[in-house]
């Protein structure tokens, strides 16, 4: 059974650190590209980005390109988004996906993890 | 503002039909496959339509996808109490080489 199993829910400070994880398993990690999305307070879903965990091959939107950071161990089947300095303004849900398709141009999310809520009080 | 456009809201009776729009440009929708997915109250999205039309398994045949053109369309037949979420479409957009979801259409079932 494939699962992608986040970390737990993170309050931080404004500018701190943090990072975040997603554990896969039930499948051939390396073999497929991990998504992230952001969802804020009662908004919708943004697409933040793509890491393919066998090369760490990145692909960033343009709105969160320099904004966090994608990353994986492979030895331990796990992605990672990270921010060297968070804002009130990243408080949000974060969700990690796996990528399904064959290529880009053919996009879906097949599975996803059960989201990681990060709060950032001003 | 979201790169493919949804109604903020639908809504019909049990049993009846609806139909959710999505509505993009040549960059997304006009080349690439459409992609839609369900978020029920407080959990995490699950996909309900890939390759404009397929449904994995599991997913009613109650849920249908088509593209035409530059748009897509979900239809939900025998609508159930149940089915009361928010929906997302979803493409790859070629010019952004990013991939981009709709704003999402609230499905109530009166």
């Known amino acids: 059974e494939v699962q992608l199993v986040q970390s737990g829910a993170e309050v931080k400070k404004p500018g701190e650190s943090l990072k975040i994880s997603c554990k896969g398993s039930g499948y051939d990690f390396f073999g497929y590209w991990i998504g992230w999305v952001r969802q804020m307070p009662g908004k919708g879903l943004e697409w933040m980005g793509l890491?393919?965990?066998?090369?760490?091959?990145?692909r960033y939107s343009p709105s969160f390109q320099g904004q966090v950071t994608f990353s994986a161990d492979l030895s331990i089947s796990t992605a990672y988004l990270r921010w060297s300095s968070v804002k009130p303004s990243d408080t949000a849900m974060y969700y990690c996906a796996r990528f399904g398709g064959p290529r880009f141009a053919v996009h879906y999310f097949d599975f996803w993890g059960q989201g990681t809520l990060v709060t950032v009080p001003s | 503002q979201s790169v493919l456009t949804q109604p903020p809201s639908v809504s019909a009776a049990p049993g009846q039909k609806v139909t959710i729009s999505c509505s993009g440009s040549?960059?997304?929708?006009?080349?690439?496959?459409v992609t839609w997915y369900q978020q029920l109250p407080g959990a995490a999205p699950k996909l309900l339509i890939f390759e404009n039309n397929k449904r994995p398994s599991g997913i009613p045949d109650r849920f249908s996808g088509s593209k035409s053109g530059t748009s897509a369309t979900l239809d939900i037949n025998g609508l159930q109490t149940g089915d009361e979420a928010d929906y997302y479409c979803g493409a790859w957009d070629s010019s952004l080489s990013a991939g981009v979801f709709g704003g999402g259409t609230k499905l109530t079932v009166l």
């Open positions: 890491i393919y965990p066998d090369s760490s091959e990145t």
């Open positions: 040549s960059s997304n929708i006009g080349n690439n496959f």
